[in-house]
Each structure stands twice: as structure tokens, then as C-alpha cells.
């Protein structure tokens, strides 16, 4: 196993934690979230650890491959998808999650924490999908 296979692993081991933590929040209502703020914050956390480690094994294929680099952590999405390591229309859904993620951590701007919720709920399935093609990308 090369260091690239080896780092990508275990990013996607952290990944794969940080999802399973998610869906233990995510087995509360929205409105025991919202209610509560220790279980917001834990979502929110949540949130921002999967989308710096999913930018993490973004740079680190873009380094080791030596591809094209981003002006930003939402660019690195694409750029995976333009050398067939995402497929595009994946690429493009998932890559706002940085925005949020910036939106969340720096509080750029108040985040409505009702649709916070609701999009996380409805989109977090595309993390687990997410490590399914970096991990089919490894095994090629």
C-alpha cells in the first residue's frame, strides 16, 4: 500500500466515524435539535468535521495526482469530478456543503437553524456516498 492509499484510508476511516456520529444526532426529531443545544452544536460539529476531512482527501489527490488547484475548498470538489474521481452531477451537489460549512464555523452570516437541520436531514446520505467513490477510486 502506497502513503497516498494509506492517508486515504485512514481519512476515510475518520470519515466514516464522523458519519456514524452524525446519525446519532440525526435520530432525534428536528425539534429535540433545535430545542436542544448541545445536540445543534454536535449536528454543526458534525458537519464541519466530514466536510475538512472530505476537503482534506480532495487536496491530498490533488497534490499526489498533480491535478489543477482551486481557488477554493468548494472548487476541489469539481476538480475531482473533471478527472473522473466523482462523477459530476455528485460533484456539484455536494460541493456547496463548504459554503455552510464556512457560513456555520466563521458565522459569516446567521444561519437559519430550521432549515440547517431539515437540509442536513435530507442530504447527510450524500457523505456516506461520498466515501463510496473515493474508496471505488482506490480499488481502480
Known amino acids: 500500500m502506497t ?3 494509506l492517508f486515504i484510508k485512514n481519512k476515510l476511516k475518520e470519515l466514516d ?12 426529531s428536528d425539534n429535540a435539535i433545535l430545542s436542544d443545544i448541545d445536540k445543534l452544536r454536535h449536528a454543526e ?4 468535521l466530514v466536510v475538512d476531512t472530505m476537503i482534506d ?3 491530498h489527490y490533488i497534490k499526489e495526482l498533480k ?4 481557488d477554493d475548498f468548494q472548487g476541489t470538489f469539481l476538480i475531482l469530478a473533471e478527472n473522473k474521481i466523482l462523477p459530476k452531477i455528485f460533484a456539484e451537489k455536494i460541493a456547496p456543503v463548504v459554503g455552510l460549512r464556512n ?12 432549515l ?3 437540509s442536513f436531514r435530507k442530504n447527510y446520505k450524500d457523505f456516506d456516498k461520498y466515501m463510496k467513490y473515493i474508496y471505488q477510486y482506490m480499488q481502480r
Open 3 to 5: 502513503f497516498n492509499q
Open 17 to 28: 466515524k464522523y458519519y456514524q456520529e452524525m446519525q446519532d444526532v440525526l435520530k432525534f
Open 45 to 48: 460539529r458534525s458537519l464541519q
Open 57 to 59: 482527501i480532495n487536496q
Open 67 to 70: 491535478l489543477p488547484t482551486s
Open 103 to 114: 457560513r456555520i464555523v466563521h458565522r459569516y452570516e446567521e444561519v437559519d437553524k430550521k
Open 116 to 118: 440547517f437541520i431539515t
